[in-house]
Structures are given as C-alpha cells and as structure tokens.
T-cell receptor, first 116, second 116 residues
Framework: DTAVSQTPKYLVTQMGNDKSIKCEQN?????MYWYKQDSKKFLKIMFS?????LIINETVPNRFSPKSPDKAHLNLHINSLELGDSAVYFC??????WGRGGNTIYFGEGSWLTVV | KQEVTQIPAALSVPEGENLVLNCSFTDSAIYNLQWFRQDPGKGLTSLLLIQSSQREQTSGRLNASLDKSSGRSTLYIAASQPGDSATYLCAVKAYAGGTSYGKLTFGQGTILTVHP
C-alpha cells in the first residue's frame, strides 16, 4: 500500500502546454511538499503545505501553482511549460512541519517531466 | 543560506568493504539531519534521521553520526553489498523562522557502486 503516490510517472509534452501532476498520501500527515530534481540531481524544495495552508514558496515562477484540496492531496499545476521545466518532480509528506527532531519525510517515486 | 555538500561525489568499492560517506552543512542551526537512499528511477527512502540533540543513529549495517558544531555528518556502511549501490543523499532540516520554516536542504548526493 503506497504511502505517497503521484501521477503520472512519466509525462512528455510540448512547450506552451499546461499540465498537472497529482499527489496523494495515505499516512495521515499534515504536511506535504513538492521538490524538483534537476539534471544535476540537486533536489530543491518548491512548496510546502501544512493543513492545506501554503507555508513555503521557494521563489518558484508563478507558472507553477500548487493546490491542496485537502490534507491528503497536493497537486501541482504548471502553465505554459518551458524546456527548462524538464525535471523530476517529487511529492513528499511528513507528520507536521515543525517535527522537533523525529519527523521523517516520505517521498513519492517521482514524476519525470520532459518538455519538447 | 544553508548549503549542504557531500563528498565524494562518486565511490566504487568491492563487496565487503566498510565505507564512509561525508556530508557537511554551513548553518549549524538545524532541527535534524536525514540520510536518504535513491535508486535509479525511484523516489527517496529515508535511512536514518538524527535529531539535532543526538550524536548518532544506527540501523543494521548503517551508522550515521552528527557533529552539529562543526557542521558535519558521516554515514558509515559496514560490509558493503552490491544491493547497497544507489545514490545517498543527506538533508538538513531548517530551524524555525521565516520562509525556511521546516525546509529540507539536500546535498548533491554520493553515487555508490559496490561491485561483486
């Protein structure tokens, strides 16, 4: 039973299109994240939500818009896709944002986005 | 701004060797440090989490240490096996405050290959 699941796993699309990646966690966590892993394998946070409230917005272009309909879901919508958006996007969740000490973060398997 | 560096970038060892992966971070005001494993085409799996007040954590053949004052952590893998081949990432969780609240900053990873 997958803890953090995201769809689609692979996505190839043309420049200028709009696409969405969906994420769901069944761990009962309060906090969810989107991370981006670029071609150099660096993982960087994009957004975090706690109880459906945006907490971190890490200087991401406003073409990227996260939406959290409930605590268990955090979707990522991308408008007007550009070549540079090609990357692996990881969804993750943790019990809460503060987690003083013991607060493991769980990752989904990633969504491979290729913009052509 | 927190920066996390991992050395070496890649490591190739014969099966059975004990090995050490290094992680350093620039800001010692952290909540915790976490070591992850990433297999090709997969998400991240949490290996060990060290709270800011702890010095080390152990799980099976893995031992992670934390020296917060010097901004360093090491991941020790005993009796390495081919199945340990993966990318190992360390990440530090930011202390409370501003837009860095609960933010995880990742290193670039160490690509480990254990050959039979």
């Amino acid at each position: 039973d997958t803890a953090v699941s995201q769809t689609p796993k692979y996505l190839v699309t043309q420049m200028g299109n709009d696409k969405s990646i969906k994420c769901e966690q069944n761990l009962g966590h309060d906090t969810m994240y989107w991370y981006k892993q670029d071609s150099k394998k660096f993982l960087k946070i994009m957004f975090s939500y706690n109880n459906k409230e945006l907490i971190i917005n890490e200087t991401v272009p406003n073409r990227f818009s996260p939406k959290s309909p409930d605590k268990a879901h955090l979707n990522l919508h991308i408008n007007s896709l550009e070549l540079g958006d090609s990357a692996v996007y990881f969804c993750a969740s943790s019990q809460d944002l503060w987690g003083r000490g013991g607060n493991t973060i769980y990752f989904g398997e990633g969504s491979w986005l290729t913009v052509v | 701004k927190q920066e996390v560096t991992q050395i070496p970038a890649a490591l190739s060892v014969p099966e059975g060797e004990n090995l050490v992966l290094n992680c350093s971070f620039t800001d010692s005001a952290i909540y915790n440090l976490q070591w992850f494993r990433q297999d090709p085409g997969k998400g991240l799996t949490s290996l060990l989490l060290i709270q800011s007040s702890q010095r080390e954590q152990t799980s099976g053949r893995l031992n992670a240490s934390l020296d917060k004052s010097s901004g360093r952590s090491t991941l020790y893998i005993a009796a390495s096996q081919p199945g340990d081949s993966a990318t190992y990432l360390c990440a530090v969780k930011a202390y409370a405050g501003g837009t860095s609240y609960g933010k995880l900053t990742f290193g670039q990873g160490t690509i480990l290959t254990v050959h039979p």
